[in-house]
């Protein structure tokens, strides 16, 4: 089953450089941007937006389903990288703070505050 646009979960954005991202927002479409799981326990029909006519910023196709993609192989390798990149999230988030722990002082003594 292809990823099912008319879920409230599903979420689709594309980017000034025209990539665009498919996905689902409670993780539970493996196979995204090509696939839902069926039957899927988080699908809930999208009301809101239900019979409106789209202008111009309709969401992009979905790109072709690679070969080999019937095994679960996707999946996986999507899996893995997502374990990899949870692994180092603690220790980017952390560099990414030092430089505000790092603030410049003065070099020239106490600088005057106001006029």
Do not use: H
């Not at 095994?71 to 560099?95: F, K, P, T």
């Amino acid at each position: 089953m292809p990823m099912r646009v008319e879920c409230k979960n599903f979420e689709s954005r594309t980017y000034a450089n025209g990539e665009t991202v498919r996905k689902c927002n409670l993780d539970l479409a493996p196979e995204a941007p090509w696939r839902c799981p069926e039957p899927c326990s988080g699908f809930e029909r999208r009301l809101v937006d239900a019979n409106w006519t789209y202008g111009s910023l309709v969401t992009p196709k979905t790109p072709e389903e690679p070969p080999g993609l019937d095994d679960g192989s996707a999946a996986a390798i999507l899996d893995e990288a997502e374990d990899i990149i949870n692994s180092i999230g603690a220790s980017v988030l952390e560099e990414w703070k030092q430089p505000e722990a790092k603030k410049r002082r003065w070099p020239f003594g106490k600088r005057k505050q106001g006029p």
